[in-house]
């Protein structure tokens, strides 16, 4: 145990947590360097073009430090993004230390802040890294007194590096060693295992990624789940390095996978904590706290034969994202379809796009909205997370939105562009610190409606993207929220309906009847697009009318009889309008929910 260290890297986006780990790897000879290549851990293609971590990843590497000790370090990546900061926190119970990386150009950043916090919760040894040290833009040494200033870590307890050129990586694998405790374990003949991840293979069932905290896994061992109390075989175990490496057993305080032929989601838990079959353990492990979706869409097959697949394809997607949540829903327009929640935009972006790539599936989402509290009148609380909920306006007592804490910082200059852009959000000010002579860190209240649509992309091309953001749940607020129905010739459309704030329900009903007058087909009669609220109209489209011409026929002639064809052409498209109804393409559809604004 004295010689094992668990760390995990942690920082801001593109601070160089991936290309840090590429270094370590080199450094330590775990992998061959004709087998070396950029963002080594990021296994998935979306990851590479990307150039983003959505997915934690172990490696265990063998390091002979300067006293002539041998030493295993076992690494987790993880991502950087606000929106997988889920996965942050469960790497980090994984771990007694952590990397706290921070650009020499940069400085310290929101996400730096925030998984900074998230470490000491956790009580891990921190050992900050400023890396990128040989950009020609780098401030190592105002970044030192940042760091001592905001986060009162001595500067002499900080590393600098270049992960790009190697530069001050035995430092770092020194420092690693001296600083990050061995495994912390309460003495016990128990076998306990925790299960951190987990993913799916077609041929081998579920994948376990474990870190055994008692007593050590064998090959052959009859195992428990102490959450089911199922038990299985372990038919393959070992470690990553990086790829998955067989071995007899893993040892007290290691990280590594196990295999034991389960087939189901159901049946291997992240968070759940693994045992011998025979002498179990009492007490389980502590797992995580469920993440709980901020934002929901619905998820629908463009061919709807594919309703099934679409369901194994998001079961095999939740092993290995635990964060995402899912329910059957129909809809008149779509068809069946899933109600998935998300932790955030980004998120819904990465798994549509895992379900088109991995799954061959075409789909489409709806428009992405929250999970708002509604108070009826006789005192029942309902979540409500789609807008086909919403109950008649009389029953109605209250509704509460969800309301996030918001840290941004960014250059003083930008201070009144970013108010500016969070009174339009509806957000509130809170307070703001100054973090050196040049930047602050403004804390707002914002609700969370507001922030999923498009408040990040406004906030980078405000700040010509100088501004970091960071945010996190922070309780409900009573709102004067609408539902606005989309009505296409008298007749409503459920995949179109929305909840809004009442000051803004007209003009986003404005946008969305215009595209859909651009979308649907002419008629041969005048097709209305109403935007309402309850029985109140309050906006407007109409499609035109196609005419055909009746009177090409007639050459010179009476003109009573051209007017008596017209008049016959009018009394026509009367009783069509009166029985003639709408058929909307599906590909209208599709092309509206695909709108990004």
């Given at each position: 145990?004295?010689r094992?260290?668990?760390?995990?890297?942690?920082?801001?986006?593109?601070?160089?947590?991936?290309?840090?780990?590429?270094?370590?790897?080199?450094?330590?000879?775990?992998?061959?360097?004709?087998?070396?290549?950029?963002?080594?851990?990021?296994?998935?293609?979306?990851?590479?073009?990307r150039?983003?971590?959505?997915?934690?990843?172990?490696?265990?590497?063998?390091?002979?430090?300067?006293?002539?000790?041998?030493?295993?370090?076992?690494?987790?990546?993880?991502?950087?993004?606000?929106?997988?900061?889920?996965?942050?926190?469960?790497?980090?119970?994984?771990?007694?230390?952590?990397?706290?990386?921070?650009?020499?150009?940069?400085?310290?950043?929101?996400?730096?802040?925030?998984?900074?916090?998230?470490?000491?919760?956790?009580?891990?040894?921190?050992?900050?890294?400023?890396?990128?040290?040989?950009?020609p833009?780098?401030?190592?040494?105002?970044?030192?007194?940042?760091?001592?200033?905001?986060l009162?870590?001595?500067?002499?307890?900080?590393?600098?590096?270049?992960?790009k050129?190697?530069?001050?990586?035995?430092?770092v694998?020194?420092?690693?060693?001296?600083?990050?405790?061995?495994?912390?374990?309460?003495?016990?003949?128990?076998?306990?295992?925790?299960?951190?991840?987990?993913?799916?293979?077609?041929?081998?069932?579920?994948?376990?990624?474990?870190?055994?905290?008692?007593?050590?896994l064998?090959?052959?061992?009859?195992?428990?789940?102490?959450?089911?109390?199922?038990?299985?075989?372990?038919?393959?175990?070992?470690?990553?390095?990086?790829?998955?490496?067989?071995?007899?057993?893993?040892?007290?305080?290691?990280?590594?996978?196990?295999?034991?032929?389960?087939?189901?989601?159901?049946?291997?838990?992240?968070?759940?904590?693994?045992?011998?079959?025979?002498?179990?353990?009492?007490?389980?492990?502590?797992?995580?706290?469920?993440?709980?979706?901020?934002?929901?869409?619905?998820?629908?097959?463009?061919?709807?034969?594919?309703?099934?697949?679409?369901?194994?394809?998001?079961?095999?997607?939740?092993?290995?994202?635990?964060?995402?949540?899912?329910?059957?829903?129909?809809?008149q327009?779509?068809?069946?379809?899933?109600?998935?929640?998300?932790?955030?935009?980004?998120?819904?972006?990465?798994?549509?796009?895992?379900?088109?790539?991995?799954?061959g599936?075409?789909?489409?989402?709806?428009?992405?909205n929250?999970?708002?509290?509604?108070?009826?009148?006789?005192?029942?609380v309902?979540?409500?997370?789609?807008?086909?909920?919403?109950?008649?306006?009389?029953?109605?007592?209250?509704?509460?939105?969800?309301?996030?804490?918001?840290?941004?910082?960014?250059?003083?200059?930008?201070?009144?562009?970013?108010?500016?852009?969070?009174?339009?959000?509806?957000?509130?000010?809170?307070?703001?610190?100054?973090?050196?002579?040049n930047?602050?860190?403004?804390?707002?209240?914002?609700?969370l409606?507001?922030?999923?649509?498009?408040?990040?992309?406004?906030?980078?091309?405000?700040?010509?993207?100088?501004?970091?953001?960071?945010?996190?749940l922070?309780?409900?607020?009573?709102?004067?929220?609408?539902?606005?129905?989309?009505?296409?010739?008298?007749?409503?459309?459920?995949?179109?309906?929305?909840?809004?704030?009442?000051?803004?329900?007209e003009?986003?009903?404005?946008?969305?009847?215009?595209?859909?007058?651009?979308?649907?087909?002419?008629?041969?009669?005048?097709?209305?697009?109403?935007?309402?609220?309850?029985?109140?109209?309050?906006?407007?489209?109409?499609?035109?009318?196609?005419?055909?011409?009746?009177?090409?026929?007639?050459?010179?002639?009476?003109?009573?009889?051209?007017?008596?064809?017209?008049?016959?052409?009018?009394?026509?498209k009367?009783?069509?309008?009166?029985?003639?109804?709408?058929?909307?393409?599906?590909?209208?559809?599709?092309?509206?929910?695909?709108?990004?604004?």
């Amino acid at each position: 145990m004295s010689r094992i260290r668990n760390f995990c890297i942690i920082a801001h986006i593109d601070h160089g947590k991936s290309t840090l780990s590429d270094r370590l790897i080199q450094a330590t000879g775990t992998v061959a360097d004709r087998d070396m290549q950029a963002q080594l851990l990021d296994s998935m293609d979306i990851e590479r073009e990307r150039g983003i971590t959505i997915k934690m990843q172990a490696v265990r590497m063998e390091y002979k430090a300067k006293d002539g000790e041998s030493y295993i370090l076992n690494l987790i990546d993880t991502p950087g993004h606000v929106d997988f900061s889920y996965e942050v926190s469960r790497s980090l119970a994984a771990c007694e230390g952590a990397l706290l990386i921070i650009d020499a150009a940069q400085g310290i950043e929101a996400q730096t802040m925030a998984n900074y916090y998230l470490a000491l919760e956790h009580d891990l040894e921190i050992i900050p890294v400023v890396n990128k040290v040989d950009l020609p833009s780098a401030e190592p040494q105002r970044v030192l007194d940042e760091i001592n200033q905001v986060l009162g870590i001595p500067p002499e307890d900080c590393f600098l590096c270049s992960a790009k050129t190697g530069l001050g990586i035995p430092d770092v694998l020194e420092g690693i060693v001296q600083n990050v405790p061995e495994p912390r374990n309460e003495p016990s003949d128990e076998v306990r295992a925790l299960i951190y991840d987990a993913h799916y293979d077609d041929y081998r069932g579920v994948i376990s990624y474990v870190r055994v905290t008692n007593g050590a896994l064998k090959k052959g061992q009859k195992i428990k789940m102490m959450a089911t109390g199922l038990q299985f075989e372990i038919s393959e175990l070992g470690f990553f390095t990086p790829k998955m490496t067989p071995s007899d057993s893993i040892p007290e305080g290691s990280v590594g996978y196990v295999i034991s032929g389960i087939k189901t989601l159901e049946d291997s838990r992240v968070g759940d904590t693994i045992t011998d079959a025979k002498y179990s353990a009492k007490v389980p492990l502590e797992g995580y706290a469920e993440a709980k979706p901020m934002v929901f869409s619905g998820v629908y097959s463009v061919d709807t034969e594919l309703f099934k697949e679409l369901g194994d394809a998001l079961e095999k997607l939740k092993l290995n994202d635990a964060s995402l949540q899912f329910e059957t829903e129909s809809s008149q327009a779509l068809g069946f379809g899933y109600r998935c929640g998300f932790l955030g935009l980004l998120h819904m972006e990465i798994i549509e796009e895992r379900i088109q790539r991995e799954f061959g599936i075409d789909i489409v989402l709806t428009a992405p909205n929250v999970t708002y509290v509604l108070t009826k009148s006789n005192g029942e609380v309902i979540q409500l997370e789609n807008p086909n909920q919403f109950p008649d306006v009389t029953q109605i007592e209250k509704i509460e939105e969800p309301m996030m804490g918001v840290s941004i910082i960014a250059p003083s200059e930008y201070f009144g562009v970013i108010m500016e852009l969070i009174q339009e959000g509806r957000g509130m000010y809170q307070k703001a610190e100054m973090l050196d002579s040049n930047r602050q860190m403004l804390t707002f209240r914002l609700p969370l409606n507001e922030l999923i649509t498009g408040f990040f992309d406004r906030l980078k091309s405000r700040t010509r993207g100088y501004a970091s953001l960071d945010y996190w749940l922070d309780g409900y607020q009573e709102s004067k929220l609408v539902k606005v129905d989309l009505m296409i010739n008298g007749e409503g459309v459920d995949a179109l309906s929305f909840i809004s704030h009442k000051d803004k329900a007209e003009s986003m009903g404005r946008r969305f009847a215009l595209k859909l007058k651009e979308i649907i087909p002419q008629q041969m009669f005048e097709v209305p697009i109403q935007g309402m609220i309850g029985g109140k109209v309050i906006c407007r489209e109409t499609i035109r009318a196609l005419r055909k011409n009746v009177t090409a026929k007639c050459y010179g002639g009476d003109i009573s009889r051209k007017r008596k064809l017209l008049e016959k052409q009018k009394a026509g498209k009367k009783k069509m309008k009166q029985i003639g109804s709408v058929s909307v393409p599906k590909e209208a559809f599709l092309s509206i929910l695909k709108v990004d604004d």
